[in-house]
């Protein structure tokens, strides 16, 4: 019998000039990117949280903390990367992933298709286990007025 788990991770950045902007491992073209220790994706950050809190393997910062220099403009699909590699060695396989980005700026529905087809990619699952959508904040609050993106994640693991 197979045993199931569920995570849930949960990330948001700042939205500064003289950043890329990459959610989910693409790059999108804006004037603002995200800031943060590492390339700042928040929605690779909240996947990766989703995926250690489904194994219960403690938090993204426990793993690449953002005062070890190592991970300084780290690439988050490579830690991505570490944390399958960990999974694996538990004996964990991915089920299904639901990303939601949450940003006023800049549309995102040209990109979610190419988004979900990266992370199928990157996590050698058929690419009907992925879901990404986008929404806005409704104007309300930081996240409203354009002042940072945020991501909410859920993972489904099974042994």
Do not use: C
């Not at 992925?130 to 945020?150: F, N, P, Q």
């Amino acid at each position: 019998m197979s045993s199931f788990r569920i995570g849930q991770g949960y990330d948001i950045h700042r939205l500064v000039s003289g950043r890329k902007l990459i959610l989910a491992g693409v790059e999108i073209p804006f004037d603002l990117g995200l800031d943060g220790h590492s390339d700042a994706d928040v929605a690779i950050h909240a996947l990766i949280d989703s995926l250690l809190g489904a194994a219960a393997l403690a938090d993204i910062g426990s793993h690449f903390p953002d005062t070890d220099p190592a991970y300084q403009n780290a690439d988050s699909m490579a830690l991505l990367g570490s944390i399958l590699n960990l999974l694996s060695e538990k004996g964990y396989s991915i089920g299904n992933i639901d990303i939601t980005v949450i940003a006023e700026k800049p549309k995102l529905s040209p990109y979610i298709e190419k988004m979900r087809d990266r992370l199928a990619s990157a996590l050698a699952v058929p690419i009907d286990n992925i879901s990404v959508k986008a929404t806005t904040h409704e104007r309300l609050g930081a996240l409203g007025r354009g002042e940072g993106i945020a991501a909410l994640s859920i993972a489904l693991l099974y042994k």
